[in-house]
């Protein structure tokens, strides 16, 4: 089991900037993936950043070059630092951990942290 506890979110004005951090502990050696999704009220949850194990990196196609994914192994934690926010990017960040055993998925998630982009 992996425990993800979220923290940076809140309320800026478009063009402004937030950091996101994830700090897991319990079974993390075994984590292949670790990534934010966000959920706006009325859409589904969509992956907007993904590190794996290697360091290989994955956006959403409307965060790139705004947004960037990174991770401090000593401290066990992710971070989202996100750029020029728009209130598009409005919505519930949510952390992931996704283990991968004997073909089958494993996913642990944070409790979320609210962004809201407004003026």
């Known amino acids: 089991q992996v425990q993800l506890v979220e923290s940076g979110g809140g309320l800026v004005q478009p063009g402004g900037s937030l950091r996101l951090s994830c700090a897991a502990s319990?079974?993390?050696?075994?984590?292949?993936?670790m990534g934010w999704y966000r959920q706006a009220p009325g859409k589904q949850r969509e992956l907007v950043a993904a590190i794996t194990s290697s360091g290989g990196t994955n956006y959403a196609d409307s965060v790139k070059g705004r947004f960037t994914i990174s991770r401090d192994i000593a401290k066990n934690t992710v971070y989202l630092q996100m750029n020029s926010l728009q209130p598009e990017d409005t919505a519930v960040y949510y952390c992931n951990a996704r283990q991968i055993r004997l073909a089958k998925i494993y996913d642990s998630w944070g409790q979320g942290t609210q962004v809201t982009i407004s003026s």
């Open positions: 319990g079974s993390i050696f075994s984590i292949n993936v």
